[in-house]
């Protein structure tokens, strides 16, 4: 809605996808010459954790998100560290490397999936594509690759406005792209309203 809103009439003329990632589900909405289909499916980044959770002993979703998010794609084993159950630094060591190689090859499959899936449910003569949700930050360099044959509009360029707005800080825990929809929405709303106001009050 806030892109069309941007691109005016011209919004009619071309054909968007909107992908939403988010930590339970995935969904892309096609828009094409203003016709919207979509589709869901629960391949959120729980996903993953789930898989990571189902292979080790004693972790759980929180743990592993907050392990998961602060290292970030690399999977950087210090931010892992407290996650291990065994006080042996060389055990606990030992275990930290398993939970690191179980993440990595959990973070594969995961995306394999998610790709799969978006390719099937995205065309590929869509003219741009807009990504938002928490979980696309994860993925971002996987995103740019699946997408090279379009434009790729982060969040409808909402983040920053989003950051501003609640006087977030500039840094990677901020998360803007969890609230650039419901800001998005917020901002539409209130700008559908103001005009259905302004028609109002000319009566």
Same mark, same amino acid.
């Not at 869901?40 to 980044?45: K, Q």
């Given at each position: 809605m806030t892109r069309s809103k941007k691109l005016g009439t011209d919004f009619n003329k071309v054909n968007? #996808?909107?992908?939403?990632? &988010?930590?339970r589900d995935i969904s892309a909405v096609i828009f094409e010459r203003g016709i919207s @289909? &979509?589709? @869901?499916? &629960?391949? &959120?980044? #729980?996903w993953m954790l789930e898989r990571i959770k189902s292979r080790t002993s004693g972790q759980n979703l929180h743990d592993l998100l907050k392990a998961v998010h602060l290292s970030g794609s690399a999977l950087?084993?210090?931010?892992?560290? @407290?996650l291990a159950r065994s006080k042996n630094a060389e055990f606990k060591a030992e275990e930290v490397a398993q939970i690191v190689e179980v993440a990595e090859l959990s973070r594969k499959e995961y995306w394999n999936k998610v790709s799969i899936w978006l390719s099937m449910n995205i065309p590929v003569d869509i003219q741009q594509v807009i990504i938002g949700g928490g979980t696309s930050e994860y993925l971002v360099a996987e995103l740019k690759n699946l997408f090279t044959y379009t434009e790729i509009s982060w969040a409808a360029e909402l983040e920053e406005d989003v950051r501003l707005a609640f006087n977030l800080p500039i840094k990677k825990d901020a998360l803007c792209l969890r609230f650039t929809d419901v800001y998005g929405l917020f901002r539409y709303q209130n700008a559908t309203s103001a005009i259905s106001n302004h028609r109002e009050a000319k009566k």
């Open positions: 968007i #996808a909107v992908v939403m990632l &988010g930590f @289909t &979509g589709k @869901t499916e &629960g391949l &959120g980044l #729980a950087k084993p210090r931010y892992f560290n @407290t």
